[in-house]
């Protein structure tokens, strides 16, 4: 199942199937590890849903909603 990694809950976990969006900011992911193929599991959420915290490649990563927006993840159901 394919869901965008802005609409994961505290907890839940899933693999990066793609990242789309403008050459800047995909490219900014891409330095950050978020890459196809990784693991990112959902540690934190903001009272607001503004910025999410997330564990990927053994540390941990704060996203804006914008940049969690445009990460298309692979999870299980």
């Known amino acids: 199942m394919e869901v965008k990694l802005s609409e994961f809950q505290v907890g839940q976990s899933g693999r ?14 891409f ?5 196809p193929g990784a693991d990112i599991k959902l540690i934190k ?11 990927i490649r053994g540390y ?13 993840m692979e999870v299980e159901k």
């Open 60 to 72: 941990q990563l704060s996203l804006r909603k914008a940049e969690a927006e445009i990460v298309t």
């Open 16 to 29: 990066v199937k793609s990242v789309f969006g403008e050459s800047k900011l995909k490219r900014r992911l």
């Open 45 to 55: 959420l903001a009272p607001l849903g503004d910025p999410i915290e997330v564990t």
């Open 31 to 35: 330095d950050m590890g978020v890459t």
